[in-house]
């Protein structure tokens, strides 16, 4: 099994290679160019795909949920023209959103199943509904669920949106419906039914029985390289939570 990792900031590309050599995370290609610039040609031969990949966090993610050896793309497009935080945020548009770039990919390689990450304000940008239409035209089914870091045990709130597209030919989503002949399925949305107790009952509440951030430390679950990184972590996901969404596509499909 082999990746490819796409990251065009230097410093995060640095550590994802040394995590590599490491054996810390799944070997393979480190491209640290924009994504602009990648072609389906750079990624055709790997089971795994992470765009915008940062210091690995869905790579832990798929790992810590048990994904296995089966083709996966991850992608956290870029939040700064749709986050609150950006009182200037262009929204759908902007140079900072390339979901377009991240769709063009997915249209010349036609991975089984996708899952990202994108901030919760991006809603009202109409993020996810591009997201969904496009996905949709092409044949995928979509799902997603707005979930907060908080519901891991994390000190900090944190609203993302978790989404899932996967080949409607071969997998279903929740609620999506069946058509004409027997074998013919049509793509479908899906507010995705996580189970939040669950989540709330993983074993992630610090010792004193306040909740703990999640990335802190080595001793909260990330490999050797990523602790106190706060240069990357800013803009990391909090893979426990990204697990727990990964978990609850992969019941539906059991």
Request: glycine share 12%; net charge negative.
């Amino acid at each position: 099994m082999t990746a490819f990792y796409n990251e065009c900031d230097p410093f995060p590309a640095g550590k994802l290679r040394r995590l590599i050599e490491r054996e810390r995370i799944t070997p393979g290609t480190v491209d640290d160019r924009s994504i602009t610039e990648v072609t389906g040609d750079d990624i055709k031969g790997h089971n795994r795909c992470h765009l915008f990949a940062g210091v690995a966090g869905w790579e832990l993610a798929l790992e810590i949920a048990g994904w296995g050896a089966d083709p996966v793309w991850t992608g956290s497009c870029p939040c700064q023209d749709f986050s609150v935080g950006n009182q200037d945020a262009p929204g759908i548009g902007g140079e900072r959103d390339l979901w377009p770039d991240m769709y063009r990919l997915v249209c010349e390689c036609r991975p089984p199943i996708v899952i990202g990450e994108q901030v919760a304000d991006a809603i009202a940008y109409g993020w996810m509904d591009r997201l969904q239409a496009d996905m949709e035209k092409i044949g995928y089914a979509v799902g997603f669920a707005v979930l907060p870091a908080c519901s891991v045990g994390t000190t900090h709130i944190r609203q993302r949106i978790y989404w899932v597209a996967a080949d409607a030919g071969s997998f279903r989503m929740p609620g999506q419906s069946t058509a004409g002949s027997a074998g013919e399925v049509r793509p479908g949305r899906a507010y995705w039914p996580v189970d939040l107790q669950s989540v709330i009952d993983s074993p992630y509440s610090g010792r004193d029985g306040l909740p703990q951030p999640l990335i802190r430390s080595r001793r909260d679950g990330l490999p050797d390289g990523l602790a106190g990184l706060i240069r990357c972590v800013g803009n990391a996901i909090v893979p426990q939570l990204a697990a727990e969404f990964i978990r609850s596509f992969m019941e539906c499909q059991a």
